[in-house]
């Protein structure tokens, strides 16, 4: 059996156009915010969370009784109990419980790949070493999907790519795709200073209001997580490879 | 006035979604092989080229008396006279001659850009420096458009935007975007062996039945030519800074 691939989508916009179309296993990352959100979420202890993508379907959640995580530029929402950030879930009271998590580009992504995909993995950075592990362990073809920003190219969803696809390369998988080749090459240089290097990047302009220094560290704390937000039956649910 | 921006589209699948929407220019990139081509043949000597997109397209054009430069998968076409590398065009009997050229990807990027753009200008690495110059001069805001490879990021349109920005960047253009900045840092690892680079990338499965290692060289000898392809009118004429 030939070797396990490995491609990375820059934009749910060329997600259609992959190489890889049978008999993959997606991960999805939306760095800042929403799949380390979702990381953090369930290594403090969240025991499910459920991703829906627009407003009206959070308020409807909230309304049926489940705790909600919703804002929308930097502002908590009115019906919300919890905010968009890593660090809005390190609360104790939510220990245990199911939280809804309102969140655009994620969960669209998500819903996306989980069309066709046989798995889909919810990523960040905290959690890139065991989704590695998890993979390898399967020996399936993987799609990296990076969730963008208004479905452009942003350099933090690829330097996940690359640290992924730095470990996967080392693991045996191969890769036929230059956007792999440019996440690696991205990575290598990023690597050693990750918070320093995305400084540069635009995410600053764009996210100086949505993210506090301790989030945007923790964000970028490499394989500092426990757990693999895993989707199944519209939920993500801890797993461990 | 604010210092005119950058912005680089790796797909025209993302074009759309770019944050420059009003007075740019645009510079359009498909480096093996519709790109370096027109920018060789403009060299050598042709003096307009017509792009076409499809090759129905192209025939007719044959049937009213045009020289037609038509492949596809490697294979110069029963009516074309040219094919579609870089050194095809390089024939005595062709300089001063208007010559219509067949090419999906590249006629589209053209022709999409055109659309909205000031102007339109071919890039390859052959004109890197001209362009710069000539952008340097107008002092707008510049858009550059990877023609891509079956609509995905590819690596040399990513490095030619690199290069183009280098450039640009020194030469107090500004850029918001990380798309901006990851062909820079790319454009950085692979400028000191271009050719050795792109060996590395998928370029070589895609092309190998594309092109020749001299029309490789060819196609990466940065700075090596005399003019810029201007769109204008749907042709394609030679213009300097």
């Known amino acids: 059996?030939?070797?396990?691939?490995?491609?990375?989508?820059?934009?749910?916009?060329?997600?259609?156009?992959?190489?890889?179309?049978?008999?993959?296993?997606?991960?999805?990352?939306?760095?800042?915010?929403?799949?380390?959100?979702?990381?953090?979420?369930?290594?403090?202890?969240?025991?499910?969370?459920?991703?829906?993508?627009g407003l009206e379907e959070a308020r409807n959640m909230k309304e049926k009784g489940y705790l909600v995580a919703c804002e929308r530029d930097g502002k908590l929402l009115d019906f919300a109990d919890i905010g968009n950030s890593p660090s809005d879930f390190f609360k104790e009271d939510l220990i245990g419980k199911?939280?809804?998590?309102?969140?655009?580009?994620?969960?669209?992504a998500i819903k996306l790949?989980?069309?066709?995909?046989?798995?889909?993995?919810?990523?960040?950075?905290?959690?890139?070493?065991?989704?590695?592990?998890?993979?390898a362990l399967k020996n399936e073809n993987v799609v990296i999907l990076c969730a963008s920003w208004k479905n452009l190219f942003n350099l933090e969803d690829t330097l996940f790519a690359g640290a992924l696809a730095d470990v996967l390369l080392s693991?045996?998988?191969?890769?036929?795709?230059?956007?792999?080749?440019?996440?690696?090459?991205?990575?290598?240089i990023a690597k050693t200073d990750l918070p320093g290097y995305l400084r540069k990047s635009s995410h600053r302009n764009r996210l100086k209001h949505l993210l506090t220094e301790r989030d945007y560290l923790l964000s970028l704390s490499l394989d500092s997580g426990k757990f693999i937000p895993l989707f199944k039956e519209d939920k993500l649910i801890p797993v461990t490879p």
């Open 1 to 53: 059996m030939p070797p396990p691939k490995i491609e990375v989508c820059f934009s749910p916009k060329l997600y259609e156009h992959r190489l890889i179309k049978e008999t993959f296993i997606g991960v999805v990352a939306d760095i800042f915010r929403a799949t380390t959100s979702i990381c953090a979420a369930v290594d403090y202890g969240i025991s499910k969370i459920i991703p829906v993508a």
């Open 98 to 108: 199911e939280v809804v998590f309102s969140t655009t580009n994620g969960t669209k």
């Open 113 to 135: 790949v989980a069309e066709e995909a046989d798995d889909v993995l919810v990523g960040s950075f905290l959690n890139v070493g065991l989704i590695a592990q998890y993979l």
């Open 171 to 188: 693991s045996g998988f191969e890769t036929e795709c230059d956007s792999t080749k440019a996440s690696l090459d991205l990575w290598n």
